[in-house]
Structure formats: structure tokens, C-alpha cells
């Protein structure tokens, strides 16, 4: 049965209108025109200390954005969550089109919508092996290291400077590591990442400096390695741990690290997430849940999940979340967009679908259900995790 959130969003709208434009200082800084009591809501029932997100595609739904009159999924993206990341609009083929072109038009609008709502935003992302621009893959066949590093600092500069102040977190360096099935094994994607290639004889001194340009560009922003299969102790995050100490013993500005979250009822769910979470905690960083989505491989010729499978999506979607809840480092917690209309799963995994924690009208699926009830046990209201 759908059960909407309309009270809470015209609130949440009429908000928006009359309130200006304010810097959030605590994660959850409940919008003013929501009561603390209401208890329908993602982020005001999330610790004072943990941020819940989503990720939105600005220029698909957030140019056309007018506080007076929000489409209904920008007013369940600002009623429901205190943070959002860009799915595509800070990636490199969407805001450095060209060598001496940056675009921020869907950035900046995603940036004024989070601002409108009271939301934190996580950068995503500055150093990747995917979505790069044609300039970039067909320059980097013959760049050397110095030509690597000369595109990616006034890259990493240009786009943390314009956003300074605005992001809390940024995914600086995001998959860079291979896992076990690729050829080669779990190392450093120094062959298909076009900076790490070009840098292969020492692809961590590249990785120091490009969090160090970040964190001169915006000493503020918590900075992040960030990857999927990253979520249970394994040899992948084995590598992510040594990886981690070896920056921070040279020096850089690590901040934190995320597991992705990208989750298929197809596999077993891993539960050493939270002692994964704890050693990274133990090194001094922060750790998040980045991208949740938990997709599910739908029968021949039936349009929606059976009800096992919606149970089993609840409780991969709340285990992920407990782990971040039980380990005080954890700062945020984003799903991977919302509604199933909007998932990238369909288009990547055929036969696979129904990822996300709202239905296409946006009513509450039982994930949804499970998240907020485990954030309102966690700490009610406002108080923090400590
Ligand atoms: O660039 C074209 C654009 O010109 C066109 O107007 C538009 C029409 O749909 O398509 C655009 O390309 C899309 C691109 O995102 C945007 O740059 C592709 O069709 C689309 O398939 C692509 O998918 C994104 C994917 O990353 C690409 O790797 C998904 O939306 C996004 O959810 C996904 O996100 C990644 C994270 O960044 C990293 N972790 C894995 C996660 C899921 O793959």
C-alpha cells in the first residue's frame, strides 16, 4: 500500500521558499517547517552525526528546480535526505568536456538545490577510470607522468576550488584498484586508468599529490578512496588498507574510505562490513556507505521481486546501514538514487532491477521501512552516536 510523504514534503517546500540560503553545520539539521517528532523521515531520524543520502542526476532532475514549486521527487529528495552526490554531473566528461572547458551548469544546480534544502553534498569524483572525456583517453596514449599530473592538478584544483566550502566529502579517487577476476588480480589499475597508466612506475606518489591539490583547494572537505567490492574484509580491501597506510605515512591528507554498497541478492552478503569499517576507523578515517543499492534478479516474465526476495533486499539494505551505525566513523550513508525508474541496475545488469528503497510512485518499499526504523533505534532524534 503506498504510503506518501506529501504532508512532509509541502512542508518541506514551503520551507525551501521562505527561509534563505544558510551553510548546514550538523549533518541532519532538520529543515525549518519539519518538526523533529515527524517520524516519516530518513533525516530526521538519523543521528545528529550521520549524514543520509542520495545520489541525484542534476541534469536530468534538478535544473528546472523552483523552491515554489518543486517537482515531486525534488521534494522527497529534500523531505528524505540531509545529503546528496552527484551521480554523473561532477564526473569528468560532464563538468571538463574539453582541455580548457569546465562546465558546472548541472553541478552548480545540484549545489543551489542542496543549499535550498538544508543538504550537505559528497563530491564524485576527481580521479577514475570511467566516464572520462574523449580528450582525455585519446591524450593520455601518449602522455608521460608529468603530462598525467600537469591535466590532473588543474583538474583537481579547478573543480575543489570552484566548489570550496560547498562539498563535506569528496571521492577523490574512486575503483582504482582491480579485483580478484580481472586479469592480473587485485592491483592498482595502472592499465586502465589513464593517470595511474601514465604514472605506473610510482602510481601512489600520483594518488599523495592528488589528494594533497584537493585538500589545498578546499581544506575542509573530507577526503575519500571509494569502490565497490569494497565492502567485507577482503583481498580487495586488504589492498585498500595497506594502500591507506602508505599514504598516510607519506603524508596525505586521507580522510576517509567508502564502500560503495552495490549489493545483488544474486550473491551472499559479506558481514564483515563493520570489522572492514573498524580497522579503516582504527587508521584515524572517517568510512561511509556511498553508494547503497541492493538489486534483485527478477523471474522470467514477472514484473516485481517475490515477497522473499523483498524481505531479503531489506535486510541487506538495514545490515549495511547497522554497520555504519555501529562504528562511530561512519559520517554518512548515501543510497544510489531513487526511484527504480532512476537506477543505473537495469541498463548494466539485464534480468536484475527493483534496487532502490522507493517505488516508482515513491511509497516506502520495505527497505525504506527497515533504514528508518534502525536510524530511530540508533539515537531518536537529534543526539549524536558517542
Ligand atoms: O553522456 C550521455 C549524455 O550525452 C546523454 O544525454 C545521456 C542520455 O541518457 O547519456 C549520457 O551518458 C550516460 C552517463 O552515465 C552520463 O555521463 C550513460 O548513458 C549512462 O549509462 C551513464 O551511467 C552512469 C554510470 O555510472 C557510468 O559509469 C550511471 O548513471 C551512474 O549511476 C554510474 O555510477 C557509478 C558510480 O559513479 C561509481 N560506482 C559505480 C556506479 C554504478 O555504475
Known amino acids: ?219 575542509d572537505a573530507v577526503l575519500f578512496l571509494n569502490d565497490y567490492n569494497a565492502e567485507g574484509v577482503n583481498a580487495k580491501t586488504d589492498a585498500y588498507y595497506s594502500l591507506a597506510q602508505e599514504m598516510l605515512a607519506a603524508g596525505a591528507p586521507l580522510g576517509g574510505f567508502g564502500a560503495q554498497g552495490h549489493l545483488s541478492l544474486l550473491y551472499g552478503f559479506d558481514t564483515s562490513l563493520q570489522a572492514n569499517f573498524e580497522r579503516f576507523a582504527a587508521l584515524g578515517l572517517q568510512v561511509a556507505v556511498t553508494e547503497a543499492d541492493v538489486r534483485i534478479p527478477l523471474l522470467e516474465g514477472e514484473t516485481g521481486p517475490t515477497p522473499r526476495q523483498v524481505a531479503t533486499q531489506a535486510e541487506r539494505y538495514d545490515a549495511m546501514l547497522q554497520a555504519c551505525l555501529n562504528v562511530t566513523a561512519c559520517s554518512s550513508f548515501t543510497v544510489w538514487g531513487f526511484p527504480d525508474a532512476n537506477s543505473w541496475v537495469p541498463g548494466v545488469f539485464p534480468g536484475e532491477g527493483w534496487a532502490t528503497i522507493l517505488e516508482d510512485d515513491y511509497s516506502p518499499k520495505p527497505a525504506f521501512d527497515a533504514m528508518l526504523a534502525s536510524l530511530r533505534d540508533a539515537t531518536p532524534g537529534v543526539s549524536p552516536r558517542r
Open 1 to 219: 500500500m503506498r504510503r506518501p510523504f506529501r504532508s512532509l514534503i509541502v512542508a518541506a517546500a514551503a520551507a525551501a521558499l521562505v527561509l534563505p540560503l544558510c551553510t548546514v553545520t550538523a549533518a541532519n539539521a532538520t529543515p525549518p517547517g519539519l518538526s523533529d517528532a515527524d517520524r516519516s523521515a530518513l533525516r530526521n531520524q538519523a543521528p545528529i552525526d550521520l549524514a543520509v543520502g542520495s545520489a541525484v542526476w542534476g541534469r536530468q532532475q534538478l535544473m528546472d528546480y523552483d523552491p515554489g514549486a518543486p517537482t515531486e521527487y525534488q521534494q522527497v529528495l529534500g523531505a528524505q535526505f540531509s545529503s546528496v552526490t552527484p551521480e554523473n554531473d561532477m564526473k569528468w566528461d560532464a563538468i571538463h568536456p574539453a582541455p580548457d572547458v569546465y562546465d558546472f551548469s548541472s553541478a552548480d544546480a545540484l549545489v543551489a538545490y542542496a543549499r535550498a534544502n538544508h543538504q550537505q553534498v559528497r563530491g564524485h569524483t576527481l580521479l577514475w577510470h570511467s566516464q572520462n572525456p574523449a580528450w582525455v583517453t585519446e591524450a593520455s596514449a601518449t602522455w608521460t607522468c608529468d603530462d598525467a599530473r600537469a591535466v590532473l592538478e588543474d583538474h583537481i584544483r579547478t573543480v575543489v576550488g570552484h566548489f570550496k566550502g560547498e562539498i563535506y566529502e569528496w571521492d577523490v579517487a574512486n575503483e582504482i584498484f582491480q579485483d580478484t577476476w580481472d586479469a592480473g588480480g587485485v592491483r592498482l589499475r595502472t592499465d586502465r586508468n589513464p593517470f595511474l597508466k601514465a604514472c605506473a612506475d610510482d602510481p601512489v606518489a600520483l594518488l599523495v599529490d592528488a589528494f594533497r591539490w584537493a585538500h589545498e583547494a578546499d581544506p
